[in-house]
């Protein structure tokens, strides 16, 4: 197990690398360059003198090598946007909130969803089928942005149960968990559902059920455990999105978090922060998909991790 | 059946009693985050608070390096240079009180006063004028506004930022602690205003070095000497504002505390400001109907001006004079401001705004003694000129392209201006093209666009910030328009002029007419301004027409 986990950290670097090169050299295609409106007002030689100052006016493959030298070193660099501030410490300020939210709106969402999924496999056809399906459809198909917009005009602002906006505290972040839920609450409900009606349908099922296991043995021992597999392999994705933050909630409900960072850094062309927080996305993701293969041997030890290793 | 039933129920009950376990754990570890913040909210409803929003974070609280109007309006609250501007755009006392100019408008002796303070204790002297200064136009610095700023204003301010020259040979010295003698370039009549802006606030050298690469990172590593000072610092979240009881003007001060959320979505903006969260709030123009009427409703007219740019050397078109004056008419300019903007803005007649500048000596306003160069739509007049241009030109058909951002409305802009300018001109076809901001800016400073709408807010309060923009090769002129004439209106504002102010306001008068009526080299477009709605009790916050858009000095709550 610890060899496993040891050769797929030695692949996350060089995944890593990987993603550094190529976002590198694809950044430096955006349009624009970080100094924005401000060089609207220098004259061409005054430009120059401020290019020269940030290493902008290297050749592409200096400013690479500049930038992967710093990059081993643990050093990303400092903000254009937010002059001299250094991009590590800004992507831990801005990973904090979206991370709480981004946890909340997972746990809220998926353990309802799968409760949901489940209720409506065991009745199913029957009325929580039907509504637990219409929640599915609308909780896809609605743009969170409608959703949020709604939550923060009627609870918000017309009942004034909770605060509309801002972040200074857990009741500020009720409201944006619940927005940020839908979506994987729909989903895994919809996926379990599905699974759910066909795991119940098979053979083992049936056998159990003729050696006289309960309803409830035979949804929770025997079901669901096999039911959960292919909503583990969803899971993974849909945590890092969550995770990682959105920018439509995130704005709308004021919250300082990294998704409204990541789009902001890429309008601004500021070209550390955009390194940045790929590379941060990109080690967030691949330790994701490590944690969900190690779940999936635990939920289904017929999936080993290892060829024939303890 | 009817078991198995509870049993889901039972299930489903204990895993609600453990996600709301869950969510209760969050909650007793985030209350003691949150609870300074509670104080807050309990503090606000107490005198001489006031609750706002920004829509960004500050992106920074280094006088030397801020570029844009957050920066400089909390730089102005909590900082103070030689001079501060008060109501209607007049020069107050600041750190200086007061300034003697030399014959030759070359040399300003600006007296300090010995009362003020930085927030460590120290005084505020002339030499963290000179220290600052200096710093603002040092190539290593990297700075964007000090060259701007200073360069061909302060005596050698260019020559050091293009490391011609040490940085110690900048104009400016300080005579004793308490006396800043300032050389200028060229005489520049405007310089008390110019005095009053971010980029010439003082720094305190001794905690700037001190502070290295942290220097204004954080509200405890800055040094402030204004009327208030910054006392939390959030990023991206929030920070505080609270009256500095060291200020030497403290008395003056009601406003205790100003309380900032960053919330970038207007229409979060607008349900904090229904909620009583905020006290004032800014109406983008779909609200601005909804609210029509509301006396809590202000309209504030921005020095901001919104012009076409036509660019000369592209198109062979445009380099026609006909054609630009035919563009310059045929546009609906108050259809344009009514609907598509639907903010308040007003159209435009010229290039330097209404309520800006004022006659030295009748104090008349230059919008009024100017008038409308263009009117606001003349379509028939518009063909005649195309007709004419089209003839000139040898064809009957002619394809320009506009250039447009992503930006609010803009998309809405560049439609309005095609129909208007296809359906008045015939033969005319405009190609629209949509590029990200960033990329707009570099499209326009590689002169890559033919059309383009473009907007201009003063730096300081004088014609020239706006009159200088199209001289010849001017850093924001980009569009080849030449003129000697003009060219050398211009140059006498800051040269034989410069101490006549009567004769300077009638160059700048003739220069206005050569831009717009002789050679239609840009088309007036709009004035902008913002629709807000305040809370009926804040009383005394100046809007401010350049530096930081709101004075809270002397701002105060009823």
Redesign the interface.
Known sequence: MARYILQRLGYMIITLFIIATVSFFLMKLM???P????????????LE??LD??GLNDPIPVQYYTYMKNLVQGDLGVSF?????EVTG?LL??FGPSL?LGL?AL??GS?IGI?FGL?AA?YHNGVIDFTSTIIAVLGTSIPSFVFA?LL??YI??KL?WL???????????ILPTIALAIFPLATSARFMRTEMVEVLGSDFITTARAKGV???GVV?KHGLRNALIPLITIMGPMAVSLLTGTLVIE????V?GIG??FVNSI???DYPIIMGTTLFFAFFFILVILIIDILYGIVDPRIRLTGGDK | MKK?NW??LV??LV?TL??AA??GG??S???S???D??GNAEESSAEQVLNLIEVD?I??M?PS????AIAFQWLGATMEGLYRLGENGEVKPGIATDHEVSEDSLTWTFNLREDATWSNGDPVTAHDFVYSWRRAVD???????G??MM?GVIKNATAI???EMDVEELGVKAEDDYTLVVELENPTPYFESLATFGTYLPLNQAFVEEQG?Q???EADTILYNGPFTMTEW?????FVIEKNPDYWDADSVDLEKINL?????T??AV??Y??G?IDRVGLSAEYVDQYAGDERMRVIEEPTLFYLKMNQTRSEALANLNVRKAIQLAIDKQGYTDVILNNGSVVAGGLVPANFVNHPETGEDFREINGDLVPVVDKEKAKEYWNKALEELGTDSVEIEMLGDDGESAEKTAEYFQEQLQSTLPGLTIKIKS?????R??L??EMDYDLQVSGWGPDYIDPLTFMNLFVTDG??NNMGYSNEKYDELIASTSGELAQDPAARWDAFLEAEKILIQEDAAISPLYQRARTQLWDQDIQGVIVNPAGPQYEYKWAHIE
């Open positions: 349009p624009g360059s100094l924005g409106a401000a060089q609207e007002k220098l004259s061409e030689s005054q003198i401020v100052k940030y946007q937010f002059d001299n501030r800004i300020d801005r709480q909340q746990i809220l353990v409760l209720i065991v917009g923060q005009y918000g602002v004034e605060p509309v906006a801002t972040w200074d505290g857990f009741e500020y972040s309960g309803k409830f929770f704005k709308i409900f004021g300082p409204d960072q309008t601004q062309n | 198995s049993l889901l299930f489903g895993l453990f996600l869950c969510s969050d909650d570890d985030s209350s985050e949150g609870s913040s509670e974070e992106p920074s280094d390096m801020a570029t844009d190539p290593d610095t990297g700075s964007s506004y060259p701007y360069g930022n293009q490391g690469d220097f204004a990172l959030n990023h991206n979240q929030n959320d960053i919330v970038k979505d229409s979060t349900n904090m229904e909620t969260e590029v990200p901001f960033q990329e800016i570099r326009n400073e850093p924001n």
